[in-house]
Structure formats: C-alpha cells, structure tokens
T-cell receptor, first 114, second 111 residues
Framework: SAVISQKPSRDICQRGTSLTIQCQVD?????MFWYRQQPGQSLTLIATANQGSEATYESGFVIDKFPISRPNLTFSTLTVSNMSPEDSSIYLCSVDSTGGTEAFFGQGTRLTVV | QKEVEQNSGPLSVPEGAIASLNCTYSDRGSQSFFWYRQYSGKSPELIMFIYSNGDKEDGRFTAQLNKASQYVSLLIRDSQPSDSATYLCAVGLASNYQLIWGAGTKLIIKP
C-alpha cells in the first residue's frame, strides 16, 4: 500500500481566508481523490485530481471554491477558498492502489473556521 | 443514484462474541467491495476487500458477498474492545473507478 503524507493535520482559520492542504505519496499513483467528512458523517467525494488536466468535481463542489492542483503523479493540493464556518470539516486525500480500486488515505486535515 | 446503505448503529456486542455488520448496494453491476475501519479522529483504514460471491476470511474477519441479493457483510469473531470503531462499507462501481461509501456503522464492544 502507498504511504500518504497529508499536511497540515489540523488548522484553525479565520472566515474569508483560504487554506491549502498538501498530499504527498511515496509512489506514483494514477488516481488521487479529495474527500470531505463532516462530524458523524460518511465520506463525500469533492473531486478527482487528474495529472496534467483539470480536476473532475462532484455535484455541489466547484473549482472556484475548491481549486485543486496535480502537478505530478505523487503530489496534489486542495485549497479551501473564502472559508466560512460551514467549511469546518475533515478533509482527506486518498489514492487508489496499483491495479485495484481500493483506496488508501492520508491522515486527514481537521479544519475549523471561526 | 448509486447508493450504499448501512445501519448507523450503534451496534453493541459483548467482548468475545461475533459482530455482524451489513451493507446493501443499489448498483447491480458493482464489482468490488470493501470494508474500512475508522477510529474516532482518524482516517479510514482498509481491513477487507472481496470481489467474488461467497466468503473471504482474514484472521478474525470474514467478508461475505451475495451479488444476487446485493449485500455484503463483515463478521468479526472473538470481538475485542479495540474493534470498537465505525465500519464503512464501500462499493466500486462497474462504470468507473469511483467508490461509493455507506454512512458507516458504529460498533461498540463491551468488556
């Protein structure tokens, strides 16, 4: 399985500001995903980060609010822009396994917007 | 809309007993099925996957898949307090690489 480093692990941010979350993988992976998990809830897919092209966003999520970069096969960033308290959540980076569809996760970023 | 359903629980099981967790899915063409364990404040970790009908055993864990009935289950034998966590069922769609996630079942193992 891949080793995934995600940072920051947590942050407290002022409303109206932006936070960029980084995800680094120890091997090249095809698919990288960004999820949000609100307290007591399951995972909601924000977008799929595609290397060399724009991310693919799920319904309800837009690029202006959650810009994503994927400059190579081992790294991606998710920015949460113009934050409001409703953005307080855990954000998770995930990668697929080689030849399979099972997902492996970074440690998550616990974001609190005040 | 592709869906994965789980009982949210909490499911309370005495230590040493068998914990049974169930999941149903709507996409009949789904090919891959996963169980993840998530401790409070931690990210999900993969504990089992199954692709074919029948049972798959790994230590104290057994995954069961019945594609005709569209359900997948996870049995945990000799339950331990350390098994207390939320268990997430995820299903891989036939059409693409995405996983569809259930809401999770909270399992409590009582000493």
């Amino acid at each position: 399985s891949a080793v995934i480093s995600q940072k920051p692990s947590r942050d407290i941010c002022q409303r109206g500001t932006s936070l960029t979350i980084q995800c680094q993988v120890d091997s090249q992976v095809t698919m990288m995903f960004w999820y949000r998990q609100q307290p007591g809830q399951s995972l909601t897919l924000i977008a799929t980060a595609n290397q060399g092209s724009e991310a693919t966003y799920e319904s309800g999520f837009v690029i202006d609010k959650f810009p994503i970069s994927r400059p190579n096969l081992t790294f991606s960033t998710l920015t949460v822009s113009n934050m409001s308290p409703e953005d307080s959540s855990i954000y998770l980076c995930s990668v697929d396994s080689t030849g399979g569809t099972e997902a492996f996760f970074g440690q998550g970023t616990r974001l609190t917007v005040v | 809309q592709k869906e994965v359903e789980q009982n949210s629980g909490p499911l309370s099981v005495p230590e040493g007993a068998i914990a049974s967790l169930n999941c149903t899915y709507s996409d009949r063409g789904s090919q891959s099925f996963f169980w993840y364990r998530q401790y409070s404040g931690k990210s999900p970790e993969l504990i089992m996957f199954i692709y074919s009908n029948g049972d798959k055993e790994d230590g104290r864990f057994t995954a069961q898949l019945n594609k005709a009935s569209q359900y997948v289950s996870l049995l945990i034998r000799d339950s331990q307090p350390s098994d207390s966590a939320t268990y997430l069922c995820a299903v891989g769609l036939a059409s693409n690489y995405q996983l569809i996630w259930g809401a999770g079942t909270k399992l409590i193992i009582k000493p």
